[in-house]
Each structure stands twice: as structure tokens, then as C-alpha cells.
């Protein structure tokens, strides 16, 4: 079975810092990957999405960036956090070439909280 | 831009009374419709999902969603609440233009026992 895993749980960095979350995927070959942000209050947020290694589409400009080294391996990162940067962060996989079928699976998640 | 919009932000309700949430969208053509729910503490999960065929869809732990086209809806339903179903829900819709869904702001359910 497919399993998607997130790390850290939680994170609290000052503004400026730098930023690496991870998420990898298990089970699985050449999914879709997404990152999502949910903000108090809010709906979640659709940052990046990759359909391949080094394929990073980004839906919003911002202050943050992401990267698929590996398959099963997508990465969120800043390289000066900003206070706005504060929330709930969501990696999501669905299965390549389905057509219509994107049904998406989430991790955990990642609190990131910025001083 | 496509949009989703989910008009109730808080719900509360009894033990065994009906729930009907509402849900929106703004895309006029072909779309995948999905209930996610998320437990407190838990993963956000999949309630059920409409890509074609009966509008009405059955789903997990009772739930159903009917698919209204004409009214671009997708309202989600159960007709007797546990204290159990106390979550967020999140009404999602993917265009066949888009690789990623869409969501709305979410639906914060508290069911009192």
C-alpha cells in the first residue's frame, strides 16, 4: 500500500531563516506530487505541483520554491522566511496518466510557525 | 479563475440530527467533485467523490453527496450526525484544464453529544 510520509511535524523558525521541508511518497511510481498551504481560517492553497524529477509547476507567486530530486521526493524550501509564511503545509500525491481519476492522498502535514 | 465556495464556515449540531453542507463552484465545463474530511488530528482523507454517471454519491460513514450541475452544487449530506463526524470538511473540484483541485475554505463541524 501507498504511504506519504512529511517531516517535521512542526517547525518554528525566525523570519529570515531558511526552510526545507520533505515529503516523500512510498508504494508508488511516478506520482504527482503537490504541496498545499492551509492558513488559519482558510482553505487549503495550492503551491507546487510536479509531474516528473525536476518538472515544478508553481500556481502562486512567493517566497517559496520547491524541488523533486527523486521520484518519490518533493521538497518545499525559502531561502528567508517571512512572517506571512506561517501555516499548515500539505504534500499531496495522485497517480500519473488517470485521466479524470486525481484523486489525491495527503500527509500529515508540517506546522510551521515563523517569529 | 475557478472557485469553490463553501457558505457554512461553522456548524454546530445535535446527536442525531441532519447535516447538509453547501458547496459551490465557478467552472462551467467537465469537473471531478470531492468531499475530504480531516479529524482532529488525523490526515485530511477522502469522503467521496463524483466523476460521472448518478449524480447522487455515496461515500464513507453515511455520507452522500448530490452532484447538481445546473446549479453547480455539491452539497454534502448526512442524515443522522455522531458525535464522531465533529471535523473539518472540505468541498474540492478539478477541472479537466487543471492537474490539481481546487478547494474551498473549509467547513468546521461540532456535533455535541
Known amino acids: 500500500s501507498q504511504t506519504i510520509h512529511q517531516w517535521p511535524a512542526t517547525l518554528v523558525q525566525p523570519v529570515g531563516s531558511p526552510l526545507s521541508l520533505e515529503c516523500t511518497v512510498e508504494?508508488?511510481?511516478?506520482?504527482?506530487l503537490y504541496w498545499y498551504r492551509q492558513a488559519a481560517g482558510r482553505g487549503l492553497q495550492l503551491l507546487f505541483y510536479?509531474?516528473?524529477?525536476?518538472?515544478i509547476s508553481s500556481e502562486v507567486p512567493q517566497n517559496l520554491s520547491a524541488s523533486r530530486p527523486q521520484d518519490r521526493q518533493f521538497i518545499l524550501s525559502s531561502k528567508k522566511l517571512l512572517l506571512s509564511d506561517s501555516g499548515f503545509y500539505l504534500c499531496?500525491?495522485?497517480?500519473?496518466?488517470?485521466?479524470?481519476?486525481?484523486?489525491?492522498?495527503f500527509g500529515p502535514g508540517t506546522r510551521l510557525t515563523v517569529l | 479563475a475557478q472557485s469553490v465556495s463553501q457558505h457554512n464556515h461553522h456548524v454546530i449540531l445535535s446527536e442525531a440530527a441532519s447535516l447538509e453542507l453547501g458547496c459551490n463552484y465557478s467552472?462551467?465545463?467537465?469537473?471531478?467533485l470531492f468531499w475530504y474530511v480531516q479529524y482532529p488530528g488525523q490526515h485530511l482523507q477522502l469522503l467521496l467523490k463524483?466523476?460521472?454517471?448518478?449524480?447522487l454519491v455515496k461515500g464513507i460513514k453515511g455520507f452522500e453527496a448530490e452532484f447538481i450541475k445546473s446549479k453547480f452544487s455539491f452539497n454534502l449530506r448526512k442524515p443522522s450526525v455522531q458525535w464522531s463526524d465533529t471535523a473539518e470538511y472540505f468541498c474540492?473540484?478539478?477541472?479537466?484544464?487543471?492537474?490539481?483541485?481546487?478547494f474551498g475554505s473549509g467547513t468546521r463541524l461540532q456535533v455535541q453529544p
Open positions: 463524483y466523476f460521472s454517471g448518478d449524480p
Open positions: 499531496a500525491w495522485s497517480l500519473r496518466g488517470s485521466a479524470g481519476y486525481n484523486e489525491q492522498f
Open positions: 474540492a473540484v478539478k477541472d479537466t484544464g487543471r492537474r490539481a483541485l481546487t
Open positions: 467552472y462551467g465545463g467537465t469537473v471531478n
Open positions: 510536479s509531474v516528473g524529477i525536476g518538472q
Open positions: 508504494g508508488t511510481s511516478n506520482p504527482n
